[in-house]
């Protein structure tokens, strides 16, 4: 066979869209990281703080059976959501400056915790979304967070936490070790 210009153009093109599918390939079966992102929306209309979490089923899966002991998950059961919604109430803390029960510090480092009910949780797809609400009377200076969810699962676990006060978003990310961190609204 006499090689030409036209088969070798086509012989790099075949390899090339070969690598292609085959970088894709590689990129969709890499490791999943284990984070959970965490919004916290203030909602001017209703006076009202609204947190969203968002993490993978398979975690989910893992904490109801290796942390919550249940036999067997089902994230169609409402009992088994509920006990989510519930663990990520615990372990999602957040302080705003204040004085009175629970105070921490003093002068205008004070701060008082605040308690977010859990009222929900569902199936989003591969994700499972658990839901906080809590009305307020008016917005704080900013939040003193600590965000546990799934740190005790994963020493990878990375979680985020965005606010979205109306002026714009502001993150941070928990890792590691990470303990309280504030955000200005």
């Known amino acids: ?15 090339a869209a070969l690598s292609a599918c085959g970088l894709a390939a590689f990129k969709a079966s890499a490791h999943r990281q284990h984070e959970c992102f965490t919004t916290m929306t203030w909602v001017a209309r209703r006076s009202s703080l609204e947190v969203e979490h ?20 089902d994230l ?15 372990r999602f803390m957040v302080r705003i400056p204040g004085t009175g029960e629970g105070q921490e510090g003093e002068g205008p480092e004070a701060t008082i915790p605040l308690v977010i009910p859990a009222i929900g949780a569902e199936e989003l797809g ?24 799934l740190r005790d699962v994963y020493r990878s676990q990375r979680n985020f ?6 002026t714009g978003v502001r993150t941070v990310e928990f890792s590691g070790r990470d303990q309280i961190k504030r955000l200005a609204v």
């Open 126 to 149: 591969s994700d499972v979304a658990c839901y906080q609400d809590l009305e307020m009377d008016a917005l704080p200076a900013w939040f003193d967070i600590d965000n546990q969810i």
């Open 1 to 15: 066979m006499r090689v030409t210009r036209r088969i070798v153009i086509k012989g790099a093109a075949g390899i």
């Open 161 to 166: 936490v965005n606010l979205d006060a109306g």
């Open 54 to 73: 968002l993490f993978h089923f398979h975690d989910a899966a893992v904490l109801l059976t290796e942390y919550l002991g249940v036999g067997r998950p």
């Open 76 to 90: 169609s059961d409402t009992t088994q959501l509920a006990q989510l919604a519930l663990y990520c109430e615990e």
